[in-house]
């Protein structure tokens, strides 16, 4: 569309990637929001609609009116949340969900940036309560990349790593994703020990380059489809962070903050237990372990790779926002 003014379709807009890519969007295109639960003032149009139903759950109206004035869809919508109670979750909204919003594309006849996850290349074999949950999540994701794959329309899918979080700003509260979750143990001093060693690795950019991107992506999409490759990985690379370096971070949030700051035990080999060790055991990968392919730095317009410096910083204040809200929590 060479640059000009595009009709975009977002949905997810009221979640933690949605809601900061949104404004990024708006900044340049008329974007509607598909929404289920609150308005999104940034948006031209915000239709409520609900993707795990056939059709949206839309009239048909509302459904010829969409497909007449979208220029391409960027589906956000999705589930991430490692618990069991979010089996079925996983399957109404990453693949049915997913499945929904492409047919809306391939009637439109418009391309589609969609999220997907690095779980989406991973396997998880054992059968404890944690194992079945990242299992479901990941194989959500996958069977949403396969419908992808199947679309008649150029889809661009974005595999995203975990995301640090500096501040709110007003966007989705992002205190469910995984390293929150594990930070905040960490500063409560609820974790005695960990069943990793201090180079076991995870891989997180910041959301910021992660928006970045997508929006990097979705000018691609609009200017020549089908150029832009179907696949993306928007991750650390070998910048990864380590176990070491969340104990740093937590260490130095701690001591500003005047309060006390436990190291768990790191021991490989000690048999995890349920929740939040398992999930940290299954969550990182050993130090000889190869990193996640990056594309970060493949598409004009978009974020280079991170530095370790960068993720280090981000790292910290992603530390120092959960123990804001812990601050919180305990005045209120």
């Given at each position: 569309m060479n640059g000009d003014s595009a009709r975009v379709l977002l949905t997810g807009a009221s979640g933690v990637i949605g809601s900061r890519l949104l404004?990024?969007?708006?900044?340049?295109?008329r974007v509607t929001a598909l929404t289920r639960q609150r308005a999104v003032p940034e948006a031209v149009r915000c239709v409520a609609a609900d993707v795990?139903?056939?059709?949206?759950?839309?009239?048909?109206?509302?459904?010829?009116?969409?497909?007449?004035?979208?220029?391409?869809?960027?589906?956000?919508?999705?589930?991430?949340?490692?618990?069991?109670?979010?089996?079925?979750?996983?399957?109404?909204?990453?693949?049915?969900?997913?499945?929904?919003?492409?047919?809306?594309?391939?009637?439109?006849?418009?391309?589609?940036?969609?999220?997907?996850?690095?779980s989406a290349a991973q396997d998880y074999t054992d059968d404890d309560p944690t194992s079945r949950a990242l299992r479901a999540y990941a194989d959500s994701?996958?069977?949403?990349?396969?419908?992808?794959?199947?679309?008649?329309?150029?889809?661009?899918?974005?595999?995203?790593?975990?995301?640090?979080?500096?501040?709110?700003?007003?966007?989705?509260?992002?205190?469910?994703?995984?390293?929150?979750?594990?930070?905040?143990?960490?500063?409560?001093?609820?974790?005695?020990?960990?069943?990793?060693?201090?180079?076991?690795?995870?891989?997180?950019?910041?959301?910021?380059?992660?928006?970045?991107?997508?929006?990097?992506?979705?000018?691609?999409?609009?200017?020549?489809?089908?150029?832009?490759?179907?696949?993306?990985?928007?991750?650390?690379?070998?910048?990864?962070?380590?176990?070491?370096?969340?104990?740093?971070?937590?260490?130095?949030?701690?001591?500003?903050?005047?309060?006390?700051?436990?190291?768990?035990?790191?021991?490989?080999?000690?048999?995890?237990?349920?929740?939040?060790?398992?999930?940290?055991?299954?969550?990182?990968?050993?130090?000889?372990?190869?990193?996640?392919?990056?594309?970060?730095?493949?598409?004009?317009?978009?974020?280079?790779?991170?530095?370790?410096?960068?993720?280090?910083?981000?790292?910290?204040?992603?530390?120092?926002?959960?123990?804001?809200?812990?601050?919180?929590?305990?005045?209120?």
């Amino acid at each position: 569309m060479n640059g000009d003014s595009a009709r975009v379709l977002l949905t997810g807009a009221s979640g933690v990637i949605g809601s900061r890519l949104l404004p990024v969007l708006a900044a340049r295109h008329r974007v509607t929001a598909l929404t289920r639960q609150r308005a999104v003032p940034e948006a031209v149009r915000c239709v409520a609609a609900d993707v795990r139903v056939p059709g949206l759950g839309l009239d048909h109206d509302t459904w010829r009116r969409l497909r007449e004035e979208t220029d391409i869809v960027v589906h956000c919508a999705g589930v991430s949340g490692f618990t069991l109670s979010n089996l079925d979750m996983f399957k109404e909204i990453n693949v049915w969900g997913t499945r929904n919003v492409l047919d809306l594309a391939a009637e439109a006849a418009v391309p589609v940036v969609m999220m997907s996850s690095t779980s989406a290349a991973q396997d998880y074999t054992d059968d404890d309560p944690t194992s079945r949950a990242l299992r479901a999540y990941a194989d959500s994701k996958r069977r949403a990349e396969q419908l992808a794959a199947a679309c008649p329309e150029p889809v661009a899918m974005i595999r995203t790593a975990l995301l640090l979080v500096g501040s709110n700003d007003g966007a989705a509260d992002p205190r469910q994703q995984f390293p929150p979750v594990l930070l905040e143990a960490l500063l409560r001093g609820r974790v005695r020990r960990l069943p990793v060693t201090s180079g076991h690795w995870f891989d997180a950019i910041r959301v910021e380059t992660l928006v970045r991107y997508t929006a990097a992506v979705v000018e691609a999409m609009l200017d020549v489809p089908g150029a832009v490759p179907s696949l993306h990985w928007a991750t650390a690379g070998p910048a990864r962070l380590t176990m070491a370096d969340v104990m740093a971070a937590c260490s130095t949030v701690a001591a500003a903050a005047g309060l006390p700051f436990r190291h768990p035990e790191l021991q490989p080999s000690a048999e995890p237990r349920r929740g939040l060790e398992r999930l940290v055991q299954l969550g990182l990968f050993a130090p000889d372990a190869p990193p996640f392919p990056s594309t970060l730095g493949s598409v004009a317009g978009g974020p280079v790779p991170p530095q370790r410096s960068e993720l280090l910083s981000a790292l910290e204040a992603n530390t120092s926002l959960v123990s804001q809200w812990l601050s919180a929590a305990v005045t209120r």
